[in-house]
């Protein structure tokens, strides 16, 4: 039964029983400019916090054929808020129903009232979730970095296929008219043939220059399901340094800048590159990391690849942007709001024809894309193969870097030659009784 007729049916046998009429309000049943909730795309929300509420959430709350139904967060102050927020806005429009919250995600995962899921986790909880969800036939809206092992983005890629299920790769980049803009003046030939990526992310952060002194162990707050928040990461004291926000600087958990900033500018990379569905062949480079303390990610990096194509990415800690080389012009977008520059108004104000590359995007961001593709059927701009091949080159660049040595990489077996030391760090283990084919 549809929430519609639920509805429906609901009103009918309340009213009945004290002997008035029917009267369902126009709303309800879609007939003003907005679908009713029956005829809604129904969601689940894992993980609300800054940019799971701040973004995805408010996002999705103001799509007229979306339904918030419930959410799910270890953090019960972070849950209650969102909870109000998403009640307040429902109250707006005149509906009175209030989200399910739970502090569980697989209560999430196991309600036939929903159609999809947004996951919003810290890096280390993405795949678990999403792929049991694909498993329970619900499509899948995930952030990036989209793994936090190579391994774990291969297995999510495949799920999504085997299971027929819609993924969008929250990547806004793709939707971004600069970004989009340069890629397509590379990809239609206008620099000539490219050489050099030059990609630059950001760099250190002052919370990673601290000693080991600066996270001794603490208490769990009240409300914070610590354990479910560690999940199938190693067993380790809680600090509040170790969470929320401060997650990305430790590796047990996500991949520092290289991966936070690098599922933004190298998928532009592997974009203009039309090397979107592979990968280099090859990657050396080197980094800064803290000696001591909590946070053990890159401070500092400098990375290249090489790709089959003969195509270099060089990705630097710097100012965040990227610059595309060919052996007749460059284009650039040297920040992250910059308008496309480029080494001649001959090439700036080139005119994309109509029999030429367009890429596929969606101005209205990731999240209309997506609810788009739920009801279309056709895959969003940033699938999981996508998102995982964007990763992989993140994940590609930080076991350079600790191994210190340049490796070579098969993109189409995803895995290194001639490394068993390289090719152990594909995956990690998880801590009982968590595992990929668990879920």
Same mark, same amino acid.
């Given at each position: 039964?549809?929430?519609?007729?639920?509805?429906?049916?609901?009103?009918?046998?309340?009213?009945?029983?004290?002997?008035?009429?029917? #009267?369902? *309000?126009?709303?309800?049943?879609?007939?003003?400019?907005?679908?009713?909730?029956?005829?809604?795309?129904? %969601?689940?929300?894992? !993980?609300?916090? !800054?940019?799971?509420?701040?973004? +995805?959430?408010?996002?999705? %709350?103001?799509?007229?054929?979306?339904?918030?139904?419930?959410?799910?967060?270890?953090?019960?102050?972070?849950?209650?808020?969102?909870?109000?927020?998403?009640?307040?806005?429902?109250?707006?429009?005149?509906?009175?129903?209030?989200?399910?919250?739970?502090?569980?995600?697989?209560? #999430?995962?196991?309600?036939?009232?929903?159609?999809?899921?947004?996951?919003?986790?810290?890096?280390?909880?993405?795949?678990? *979730?999403?792929?049991?969800?694909?498993?329970? !036939?619900?499509?899948?809206?995930?952030?990036? *970095?989209?793994?936090?092992?190579?391994?774990?983005?291969?297995?999510?890629?495949?799920?999504?296929?085997?299971?027929?299920?819609?993924?969008?790769?929250?990547?806004?980049?793709?939707?971004?008219?600069?970004?989009?803009?340069?890629?397509?003046?590379?990809?239609?030939?206008?620099?000539?043939?490219?050489?050099?990526?030059?990609?630059?992310?950001?760099?250190?952060?002052?919370?990673?220059?601290?000693?080991?002194? /600066?996270?001794?162990?603490?208490?769990?707050?009240?409300?914070?399901?610590?354990?479910?928040?560690?999940?199938?990461? *190693?067993?380790?004291?809680?600090?509040?340094?170790?969470?929320?926000?401060?997650?990305?600087? #430790?590796?047990?958990?996500?991949?520092?800048?290289?991966?936070?900033?690098?599922?933004?500018?190298?998928?532009? /990379?592997?974009?203009?590159?039309?090397?979107?569905?592979?990968?280099?062949?090859?990657?050396?480079?080197?980094?800064?990391?803290?000696?001591? !303390?909590?946070?053990?990610?890159?401070?500092?990096?400098?990375?290249?690849?090489?790709?089959?194509?003969?195509?270099?990415?060089?990705?630097?800690?710097?100012?965040?942007?990227?610059?595309?080389?060919?052996?007749?012009?460059?284009?650039?977008?040297?920040?992250?709001?910059?308008?496309?520059?480029?080494?001649?108004?001959?090439?700036?104000?080139?005119?994309?024809?109509?029999?030429?590359?367009?890429?596929?995007?969606?101005?209205?961001?990731?999240?209309?894309?997506?609810?788009?593709?739920?009801?279309?059927?056709?895959?969003?701009?940033?699938?999981?193969?996508?998102?995982?091949?964007?990763?992989?080159?993140?994940?590609?660049?930080?076991?350079?870097?600790?191994?210190?040595?340049?490796?070579?990489?098969?993109?189409? +077996?995803?895995?290194? %030659?001639?490394?068993?030391?390289?090719? /152990?760090?594909?995956?990690?283990?998880?801590?009982?009784?968590?595992?990929?084919? /668990?879920?």
């Amino acid at each position: 039964m549809n929430r519609r007729r639920f509805l429906r049916t609901t009103l009918a046998a309340g009213t009945a029983a004290i002997g008035l009429p029917v #009267i369902i *309000p126009a709303r309800a049943l879609g007939n003003d400019s907005s679908p009713s909730p029956g005829n809604r795309i129904a %969601l689940g929300f894992i !993980g609300l916090g !800054g940019h799971g509420v701040g973004v +995805n959430l408010n996002s999705f %709350l103001h799509q007229p054929d979306a339904q918030v139904v419930a959410l799910c967060d270890v953090d019960a102050n972070r849950l209650k808020s969102a909870a109000e927020r998403t009640q307040q806005h429902y109250s707006r429009q005149g509906q009175s129903e209030r989200p399910v919250t739970t502090g569980d995600w697989r209560e #999430i995962v196991a309600r036939d009232d929903i159609d999809a899921v947004v996951v919003s986790t810290p890096d280390h909880w993405h795949v678990l *979730p999403a792929i049991a969800a694909a498993r329970a !036939g619900k499509d899948v809206f995930c952030e990036k *970095p989209l793994t936090l092992t190579i391994h774990e983005g291969r297995v999510l890629s495949d799920t999504m296929r085997q299971y027929g299920r819609i993924f969008q790769t929250a990547s806004e980049n793709r939707s971004k008219g600069n970004f989009l803009r340069a890629c397509e003046l590379v990809r239609n030939g206008r620099i000539g043939k490219l050489h050099t990526i030059r990609a630059e992310l950001p760099q250190g952060g002052s919370r990673q220059n601290v000693g080991p002194q /600066a996270h001794p162990p603490q208490p769990v707050p009240d409300g914070f399901d610590y354990d479910m928040w560690l999940g199938q990461a *190693p067993e380790a004291p809680y600090t509040r340094g170790r969470c929320h926000f401060d997650f990305r600087w #430790i590796f047990d958990y996500s991949g520092g800048l290289m991966t936070d900033w690098g599922a933004h500018i190298n998928d532009v /990379a592997q974009w203009g590159n039309d090397t979107e569905h592979s990968g280099p062949v090859s990657v050396e480079g080197h980094g800064v990391f803290p000696q001591d !303390g909590l946070y053990n990610t890159a401070l500092t990096f400098d990375v290249l690849y090489e790709y089959a194509n003969g195509v270099k990415l060089s990705c630097k800690s710097g100012v965040p942007g990227i610059r595309f080389e060919g052996d007749e012009g460059w284009v650039h977008v040297p920040n992250w709001e910059a308008a496309v520059q480029a080494s001649s108004e001959e090439i700036l104000h080139s005119v994309i024809g109509p029999d030429e590359i367009h890429l596929r995007t969606c101005k209205d961001r990731e999240h209309r894309d997506f609810l788009n593709c739920v009801k279309s059927r056709q895959p969003t701009y940033a699938p999981a193969e996508v998102g995982h091949r964007t990763a992989t080159i993140c994940h590609l660049g930080n076991i350079a870097m600790l191994l210190g040595r340049k490796l070579r990489w098969n993109p189409d +077996n995803e895995s290194f %030659l001639d490394d068993d030391q390289a090719n /152990a760090m594909r995956s990690r283990a998880m801590r009982a009784p968590w595992s990929l084919s /668990a879920v």
